[in-house]
């Protein structure tokens, strides 16, 4: 599972999971790993393995819950083996948006990647990598080679001459 998983989280950009009624299980460590979570108002998430299948989540998949929901709401849901439900999920930021029926789930997800696609494709990649790196490796994280990749790009110049110019940037991802 973690040869899905681990290059899901590592994409260096935004993911956005628009899910719709149940996600759990592999479903729901996939949507785990994106950065942003789009549902609809009957999405329902969780591992019910406690009361089904009597197995286990991976280490790294309660990294990823944990730092998502925190332990004791990651505890919560494993032991008693029930499912979150969507404005639960929105309340605890788990979700960025509910939306009212499946109908609406798509266009608000293209929406949401639109808006991304129109801004600074290293600082999403940079935020991405440095939330990863303070994750894993706590005060120890290093950003030297982020902040020199992003400083020292093409795109950083051109949002300087942008902002200088009063115009919008025109982003190249270098």
């Not at 992003?150 to 795109?155: F, K, L, M, N, P």
Request: aromatic residues 6%; charged residues 20%; proline residues 5%.
């Amino acid at each position: 599972m973690e040869a899905v998983l681990d290059p899901v989280e590592k994409c260096p950009v935004p993911l956005i999971a628009a899910i719709a009624g149940a996600c759990t299980g592999g479903g729901a460590a996939i949507a785990a790993c994106c950065d942003l979570r789009i549902a609809t108002a009957d999405m329902r998430f969780g591992f019910p393995i406690a009361r089904s299948l009597g197995n286990t989540l991976a280490l790294s998949n309660f990294r990823r819950l944990v730092a998502l929901m925190g332990p004791a709401r990651v505890k919560h849901l494993i032991f008693t083996a029930r499912l979150m439900e969507a404005q639960e999920a929105l309340s605890i930021g788990f979700l960025s948006e509910v939306v009212s029926n499946v109908a609406d789930l798509m266009p608000s997800a293209r929406a949401l990647a639109e808006q991304l696609a129109g801004h600074a494709p290293l600082t999403m990649m940079a935020c991405k990598e440095a939330l990863r790196r303070i994750h894993a490796d706590g005060d120890q994280a290093d950003d030297h080679d982020l902040v020199m990749q992003i400083y020292g790009s093409e795109d950083f110049k051109e949002g300087m001459d942008a902002f200088l110019e009063k115009r919008t940037p025109q982003w190249k991802g270098r």
